[in-house]
């Protein structure tokens, strides 16, 4: 096995099909969305250059800084909800309570689930007239907070967030969990005999050792916030008055409503550099060591 891992002629008859196929549906395309940015164009007729005009009509425009906006809320949220959450969740299913693989499972489940099914379905749930939400605010005697959540601008980003927290917050307390298991049984044995509690067992042992995992996860919360559309669209399509607008909805509103491809491929290296950036930051914020069991 050795010999063949060192043998670069090998590597390379794997590796080269998946890089070839990589390149042809990942790169190429972003390399051209960008060239297009550069163009006023609906596709169909001769591409016009125009510079760097659509990146300076983004800046003057309202809809998409209301975007961007919501994006970088969709990112505190989903950091808020999803982080804690996991650790909570992950911790507890870590120490092998009884049905711990079944509640694994039944956390996990929502985020295979596609995002326009998910839609659907609390489309109905938030429904101002039969949906659950209000049904039970009405059981409740708390018909004074009914609402109509999703035609609410007040209420709206809210409603999309929980969502967006159920959805995923399985996906990101089963990362957590894998990496809780890494860590070696002997380290906890120790602790439980020197008489640290459970707490002191997280927060002294579990969490330094599993930050490396929280970058990686923080950097797949943010980035994925960057980037929602099937459930935002199936669910608002960037309404009430664009107060759900994300940019990946107007990118898709300015590109195959208007036709305006040269502006909407703008908006997505505008995306691209967002994810781009923010990686780098949280790269430089959380440094992390390896840590060798």
């Known amino acids: 096995m050795n010999k063949v891992l060192s043998d670069k002629k090998t590597i390379a008859v794997f590796v080269l099909p ?27 007729s001769k591409h016009v250059f125009v510079g760097i ?10 809809f998409f800084i209301k975007a961007v906006q919501n994006n ?12 804690p959450l996991a650790l909570f969740f992950g911790n507890a299913l870590f120490k092998k309570m009884k049905g711990s693989k079944f509640f694994q499972s039944v956390f996990f489940l929502p985020s295979v689930i596609c995002g326009a099914g998910v839609g659907l ?9 039969f949906g659950i939400v209000n049904t039970v605010l009405d059981l409740l005697k708390l018909g004074s907070l009914k609402h109509a959540w999703l035609s609410e601008e007040k209420t709206v980003m809210v409603a999309l967030i929980f969502v967006v927290m159920w959805k995923f917050v ?49 950097i797949l919360i943010i980035t994925g916030s960057l980037k929602y559309f099937d459930l935002i669209w199936s669910m608002t399509k960037g309404g009430p ?14 590109g195959f409503r208007t036709l305006k491809f040269g502006y ?23 440094k992390t060591e390896k840590i060798e069991f």
């Open 53 to 62: 005009k659509n990146y300076r009509n983004l800046l003057n425009d309202r």
């Open 72 to 83: 970088l809320l969709l990112v505190v949220g989903s950091l808020i909800a999803h982080l």
């Open 170 to 218: 399985g996906y990101h307390m089963i990362i957590q969990v894998a990496a809780m298991k890494a860590i070696p049984q002997s380290l906890f044995e120790a602790a439980k005999i020197d008489g640290a509690s459970s707490g002191q067992q997280f927060f002294n042992i579990t969490l330094p050792l599993i930050k490396h995992v929280i970058k990686i996860d923080v």
């Open 264 to 286: 909407a491929s703008a908006i997505g290296a505008v995306m691209l550099l967002m994810c781009m950036l923010i990686i780098w930051l949280v790269n430089r914020v959380l």
């Open 241 to 254: 008055n664009h107060a759900s607008e994300v940019m990946a909805t107007y990118m898709y509103y300015q």
């Open 121 to 129: 379905l609390f489309n109905m749930v938030y429904n101002s007239q």
């Open 18 to 44: 998946a890089l070839f196929l990589y390149g042809l549906f990942v790169l190429i395309p972003i390399i051209y969305s960008i060239y297009l940015s550069f163009f006023q164009t609906d596709l169909m």
